[in-house]
């Protein structure tokens, strides 16, 4: 061991800059934030969208069109899927939450049953509602199309 490859233990030194501990440190003065405005002061946090007091983006863009506040948001899940779900399970009976318990539909979603692809076996599917076409593809395949 010779003076030129000493080394401080591991861990022993830190990386983070001390600020505001005198002129001698190099980090006096302001401590690094520079002179005035809003970065330089403390309590300072940047708002999400703020561009330096421009106008921001999403207040800039015209809006336009109509959000119903009283819209129904239902998860679709079509026939072809149910089908996959019968030959694969071997299940006759299909609720939200057996759907749920294999991962097409989330815990609290509404559930209807659109009418792509065929169904072939004979199926009781419970759900929130049904699309006509998929209620008649249920019924002829000789399933009951139940609403909850």
């Known amino acids: 061991m010779n003076l030129n490859n000493l080394k401080p233990a591991e861990g022993s030194t830190k990386t983070r800059k001390r ?5 001698g440190s190099g980090r006096g003065g ?9 970065k330089s002061r403390s309590g300072y946090s940047q708002k999400f969208g703020f561009e330096g007091g421009q106008m921001p ?3 800039r863009v015209p809006k336009y069109g109509f959000k119903n506040i009283n819209r129904i948001e239902y ?3 079509n026939l ?3 089908q996959k ?3 694969t399970k071997n299940i006759t009976d299909i609720t939200p ?7 097409l539909a989330s815990k609290n979603d509404l559930v209807k049953i659109l009418g792509r692809g065929e169904l072939k076996s004979k199926v009781n599917i419970k759900a929130h509602a049904f699309s006509a076409k998929a209620q008649s593809l249920i019924e002829a395949a000789g399933g009951k199309a139940e609403k909850i």
């Not at 600020?19 to 002129?23: L, S």
């Open 19 to 23: 600020v505001g501990r005198g002129q």
């Open 30 to 38: 302001t401590s690094t934030r520079g002179h005035k405005g809003a």
């Open 57 to 59: 983006l999403q207040r």
């Open 75 to 77: 998860h679709g899940i």
């Open 80 to 82: 072809d899927m149910i």
């Open 85 to 87: 779900l019968v030959d």
């Open 97 to 103: 939450e057996i759907l749920t318990q294999y991962g």
